[in-house]
């Protein structure tokens, strides 16, 4: 049981640094305002993104969530291991909903319903 718990973290670890580094970036692009319109000020603009903290820690969370994922894919089978990463947009969509105040329409529900009955049943096989 102790084994199955701990291949099943692996899984569940590449989901919320993948959902952590969404929302971080998310956050810190929002704080730094509107890409520019001219060339020299959108590489000004991708150079303070890729030095900003937040960034970099969404970054981070990234390599984390690759890193739990090699180590995954020693434990399950793709087929079975892959549709869970089907919940990043599930928890994405709860929390931009949440914390940036972003609209859920009815076929967007529909489609997170839709994701979490198919991963409830590719679990189940």
Do not use: H
């Amino acid at each position: 049981m102790k084994d199955k718990l701990l291949a099943y973290s692996t899984i569940f670890i590449t989901i919320a640094c993948t959902v952590f580094g969404q929302i971080m970036m998310k956050w810190r692009v929002i704080g730094l305002g509107p890409l520019p319109a001219d060339t020299n000020g959108k590489v000004q603009y991708v150079g303070r993104a890729l030095l900003d903290p937040g960034i970099l820690a969404g970054l981070f969370a990234g390599l984390i969530a690759a890193a739990s994922w090699i180590v995954a894919m020693t434990k399950f089978p793709l087929s079975f291991a892959y549709p869970f990463m089907g919940l990043n947009f599930v928890i994405v969509v709860l929390i931009s909903r949440v914390v940036f105040n972003e609209p859920i329409s009815t076929f967007r529900a529909l489609g997170v319903g839709l994701i979490v009955l198919g991963t409830f049943f590719i679990s189940r096989s």
